[in-house]
């Protein structure tokens, strides 16, 4: 990271080009901190809409898991939804979200959850049908409920996959808030960044996409570090499988 904020800085200093066109790192850092007053409530307001809206796609992903992993019919049914969710180009249904919901929260949650939902939704049901068909069959020779089988096989299975699809909506949550912001939203990141376009400010410009950058790799750090964990035996398990592989 330090080796390519140093390339950055050599390219804009000696690279010809102009500051309008590529600020370097250190005046990138000199606007943040002169739009200090602009920046911090931007970074709040966006990180509330994205964790309401992960919040919001995390049990819908749920939900919709646990029903397909229930009934092979809903999951014949639910399938192509799911897919055909994810051709909606976001910017193509942004005026419809504006006459819906107006301008404000409502509009950049829905994009998030609309962009969360499915990585969330699709690994789980891919992690609680990989079960053990074997440790299935064994609980209910044992007379074990459906709950049961559930809670001691089926969740332990699909945690892994929860995880890789919850590292994926932290990523894509961060996106999502800032597209919401940029065509309906009433402050945030993507707020200030329209501003500073219009405002032909282009340090401004790159002072959002560090701060966006920044904010999805702290989350997807964290989401990693709780399913370190959460989950030490599976890491433990993976990192001895690759061990004999070699």
């Known amino acids: 990271m330090l080796l390519l904020v140093g390339i950055w800085q050599l390219v804009a200093d000696y690279g010809g080009l102009s500051s309008f066109i590529l600020p370097s790192p250190v005046g990138v850092a000199q606007a943040a901190w002169d739009t200090r007053d602009l920046l911090f409530p931007a970074i709040g307001t966006t990180m509330v809409e994205t964790m309401i809206g992960l919040v919001i796609a995390i049990l819908l992903g749920l939900t919709i898991a646990a029903a397909m992993d229930l009934?092979?019919?809903?999951?014949?049914?639910?399938?192509?939804?799911?897919?055909?969710?994810?051709?909606?180009?976001?910017?193509?249904?942004?005026?419809?979200l504006i006459i819906w919901f107006g301008f404000g929260l409502l509009p950049t949650i829905f994009i998030v959850v609309l962009i969360c939902f499915f990585p969330l939704a699709l690994n789980t049901a891919d992690g609680l049908a990989s079960a053990d068909p074997e440790q299935v069959d064994l609980l209910r020779a044992m007379n074990a409920g459906r709950g049961q089988i559930w809670r001691m096989v089926r969740l332990p299975s699909a945690l892994p996959a929860f995880f890789t699809g919850l590292r994926i909506a932290v990523t894509y949550s961060v996106v999502g808030a800032?597209?919401?912001?940029?065509v309906g939203g009433s402050g945030g990141l993507g707020l200030y960044m329209l501003r500073s376009k219009n405002a032909l400010a282009t340090d401004q410009v790159f002072v959002a996409i560090v701060v966006t950058s920044a904010i999805s790799i702290g989350l997807f750090a964290l989401v990693y570090a709780i399913e370190r964990l959460t989950l030490p035996w599976y890491h433990t398990q993976a990192r001895r499988e690759a061990w004999e592989s070699t």
């Open 71 to 96: 009934s092979a019919t809903v999951r014949r049914a639910l399938y192509p939804i799911l897919v055909a969710s994810q051709t909606v180009q976001i910017l193509a249904i942004a005026p419809l």
């Open 178 to 182: 800032t597209i919401g912001e940029w």
